[in-house]
Each structure stands twice: as structure tokens, then as C-alpha cells.
């Protein structure tokens, strides 16, 4: 299983995966999750760069768990699957095929989860895909597993 770094390319679930920025922010700027203030939430940010390699209009997320799209993607140490957003704040967006576009994977942390300069490992996913033909029709991917991994420094971002 492959080890990136920011700026490498996976291609896994017939999407290509480049991790271009992970970030530490106060406010939720364009991301699909709302922090508590008062609580001193803040937001882990992963700014991801995806070309939809299927030759089909495909959501960035399945809902499943575990999914072999977007928000199959995990961060060691923070739970659950991100909110996935356009930087226009579109949630969940459509990937077009062959059109790159930027996605922005979010999860709320709490005040002394993370801090920036810390290193974070991310699993990118993958998966196989097939077509049904008898019960099942249509295109789905299955046998969800870690297709690579990220190591990132975690960057401070100040909003105001």
C-alpha cells in the first residue's frame, strides 16, 4: 500500500486523489460542519484536488460505511467520515467525468485534539469496481479497503 505525501496523486475507485492542504481553523469558512464556539471546537480542513476517472457523473460521497469515495476518507485519530463540500459551499458534490475539481473534506475536533505542526495520517480509499446484471443493476463499488496513505503536517489557518 502505497505512503504519500501532500501533493501525490492516488488512483483508487475510479477517482485520482491529491491531498493539497491539511488545516486547522477556527471558523468553518466554506466546510459542511459547524463548530461549537463555546466549546472550543475547531475544524480539521482537508483540501482535496479529484478527477472523477468514470466515464459517468459520480457523488463525491456513498453514505456508506465504508464507503470507496470521498468520505471514505479517515484521519487517524478523529472519528467518522467527513462532511465533503465545494469551496461554493455546494455539499456533497457531483464529480463530472475527467473534470478536476476541488473538495473540501471537514470534521468538527475538539480544543486539544489537534494542534498545527503535528503530523496526521490519512487513509485514501479504494475499491473494486462492478456492474450488476441480475438482482443488482447499474455500477457500484465494493471490497472497500485502504488504497494509500497520507502523512500531512497540519496547518494553522486564522479567519477573521
Do not use: C
Request: aromatic share 4%; no cysteine; net charge negative.
Amino acid at each position: 500500500m502505497p505512503e504519500l505525501a501532500v501533493g501525490e496523486t492516488f488512483a483508487g475507485s475510479d477517482l485520482e486523489v491529491t491531498v493539497r492542504a491539511v488545516e486547522l481553523r477556527d471558523e468553518r469558512g466554506d466546510a459542511a460542519v459547524f463548530p461549537d464556539e463555546e466549546k472550543g471546537e475547531k475544524v480539521l480542513i482537508v483540501v482535496l484536488d479529484v478527477v472523477n476517472t468514470f466515464p459517468a457523473p459520480r457523488s463525491a460521497g456513498s453514505g456508506g460505511e465504508p464507503s470507496p469515495t470521498l468520505d471514505g476518507i479517515r484521519v487517524e485519530g478523529v472519528e467518522g467520515a467527513p462532511a465533503l463540500s465545494r469551496d461554493d459551499g455546494l455539499t456533497t458534490p457531483i464529480l463530472q467525468p475527467d473534470v478536476p475539481a476541488q473538495v473540501i473534506a471537514a470534521w468538527v475536533v475538539g480544543p486539544g485534539d489537534l494542534r498545527a505542526g503535528e503530523q496526521v495520517r490519512l487513509s485514501l480509499p479504494d475499491s473494486t469496481h462492478y456492474v450488476g446484471r441480475s438482482v443488482t443493476s447499474g455500477d457500484y463499488w465494493s471490497d472497500v479497503r485502504i488504497g494509500a496513505w497520507v502523512t500531512a503536517d497540519v496547518e494553522a489557518v486564522v479567519t477573521r
